[in-house]
């Protein structure tokens, strides 16, 4: 049948999941639980056709975007003028700015000493980025109870 | 109306889909350890690779034409089917998904099919980067029938709505390639002179149920474009479930056996538990590689009653493992283990 996209639960990480299964009785502010906060439902608004990627140089730097940072792109929206996509062109993916002037389409880093790159060769666009996401700590660290 | 929906060599699209200089380059996909081809590209195909044909039998070709080799990822494939038929589902309310790559929609109500299927090829297309071939027509049989002449088609799709197109896509259509239509029916049929599906259609009812059982006649009913099949939207409760796996190499010591009976065994007993089942007959055979002709062949098989059901790990590998103490001989070399539950009780 269907199979939804979805994150699991880690328990490692939520090991208080459910507390009322010590005692044996279910808390009576269960009842006021709310779904949590969650980023994906922010980010993500379609997740079947939701991929990620990850910069891996700093050549974005001019769009604020460095080594590590993570793509959130979507691969059923249209590439429009001047949008973020996420392409395959000579041999490699790479995201770039996308500009269409009259019968031409460039490719362009957002560098302002930079013009962009006319295409001349096969362009594949694999999707939009709707959003990115950058680390500013390089070693994230997360503490897990130990069990 | 029915449309069938079908991926392209399914398992190299999935592959080429993040690695696209594959793109004009032929690429095969083989089953678990690497023992048999079951993907290819049309390069591939072109090549003269077979379906199911094992990798060692090709090694030659692949170093000549630089064929690009993957172990089959079913995570990545999985992933991508479950968002392929996700994408489909927005487009009718009634979906069967008939295999990882395959999918039926019930279509009411659609006045411009051929526009139709244009949009929800290229919307899949668009949305998954996986080529994808539709086939429409008024019953399952045809729709099957439909995609088989779309993959052959520029379009990729295949519409047969009236009576006159009905018949010219018989015409020529062999009989076995329809569904339903095995090796033994098609040798059967052919004794009788039936070699193309307009042949077949041709016959009387009568005549087709005498030869092809009660399921035959409801494939020649769907021939003439009378719907006998619906859709399956509801799955049907699993009459079994098997986990089996070649070693990656040969082997006859009775401890390796041992241990890869526990693990397939442990992973049965997890799809078992996640099905909501209990088994009662459990199965295990051993089996030497087939296509060793040189060594000695050897398969057997036994059936375990249990005596109670049960999906629980340690009960079931006790069980498995006394099974393949009672098969095994040193004097073969093993390459697989099968281990399936049947009699199976919510």
Redesign the interface.
């Given at each position: 049948?269907?199979?939804?996209?979805h994150t699991p639960k880690d328990p490692a990480l939520e090991p208080l999941l459910h507390p009322e299964q010590a005692s044996g009785f279910v808390s009576p502010a269960e009842d006021y639980l709310e779904g949590r906060l969650s980023i994906l439902e922010r980010l993500v608004k379609d997740p079947?056709?939701t991929y990620y990627a990850e910069a891996d140089s700093d050549e974005l730097s001019a769009l604020g975007i460095c080594k590590g940072t993570l793509f959130v792109y979507d691969?059923?929206m249209k590439a429009t003028h001047n949008a973020l996509v996420v392409l395959?062109y000579q041999?490699e993916w790479k995201v770039r700015q996308y500009h269409v002037l009259g019968k031409h389409v460039y490719l362009g880093t957002g560098k302002e000493n930079e013009e962009p790159e006319l295409v001349s060769e096969e362009l594949?666009i694999?999707g939009v980025v709707t959003w990115s996401c950058r680390p500013h700590q390089h070693k994230p660290k997360c503490y897990v109870r130990p069990r | 109306m029915f449309a069938l929906v079908d991926a392209n060599n399914f398992y190299v699209s999935c592959e080429r889909l993040f690695r696209p200089e594959l793109n004009t380059r032929p690429v095969v996909v083989l089953s678990n350890n690497d023992g048999c081809a079951i993907s290819r590209s049309n390069e591939a195909k072109a090549l003269g690779i077979k379906m199911g044909v094992p990798y060692f039998q090709i090694k030659a070709l692949v170093a000549q034409h630089h064929i690009a080799i993957f172990s089959s990822n079913y995570t990545l494939y999985a992933d991508i089917s479950a968002r392929i038929m996700n994408n489909l589902a927005r487009f009718s309310p009634e979906v069967e998904v008939y295999s990882i790559d395959e999918c039926f929609l019930g279509l009411t109500g659609i006045s411009n099919l051929p526009n139709y299927a244009q949009t929800l090829r290229s919307t899949v297309v668009r949305n998954t980067g996986i080529p994808v071939s539709v086939g429409i027509a008024p019953t399952k049989t045809l729709a099957k029938l439909a995609n088989k002449l779309a993959k052959k088609s520029p379009s990729g799709i295949c519409v047969i709505q009236s009576e006159e197109e009905i018949t010219s896509a018989l015409s020529n259509f062999p009989i076995g390639d329809l569904w339903g239509i095995g090796r033994a029916y098609h040798k059967k049929l052919a004794l009788e002179n039936v070699f193309t599906a307009a042949q077949l259609r041709a016959q009387s009812p009568a005549w087709v149920k005498h030869m092809l059982t009660i399921q035959g006649l409801r494939l020649y009913h769907e021939l003439w474009g009378r719907p006998c099949i619906p859709l399956k939207e509801v799955l049907d409760r699993k009459q079994g479930i098997c986990t089996s796996r070649s070693f990656g190499k040969l082997t006859n010591k009775l401890e390796e056996l041992i241990e890869a009976t526990t693990a397939y065994t442990s992973r049965l007993a997890e799809k078992l538990r996640a099905d909501k089942s209990c088994a009662t007959l459990l199965h295990v055979q051993l089996l030497t590689n087939r296509f060793r002709t040189d060594l000695p062949q050897y398969n057997p098989y036994i059936s375990l009653p249990l005596a109670h059901p049960i999906s629980n790990t340690p009960d079931l590998v006790k069980a498995a493992i006394g099974g393949v103490k009672a098969l095994y001989s040193p004097r073969y070399q093993y390459s697989k283990v099968m281990v399936m539950a049947t009699g199976l009780i919510p």
């Open positions: 049948m269907l199979k939804q996209v079947v056709n691969t059923s395959w041999g594949l694999r | -």
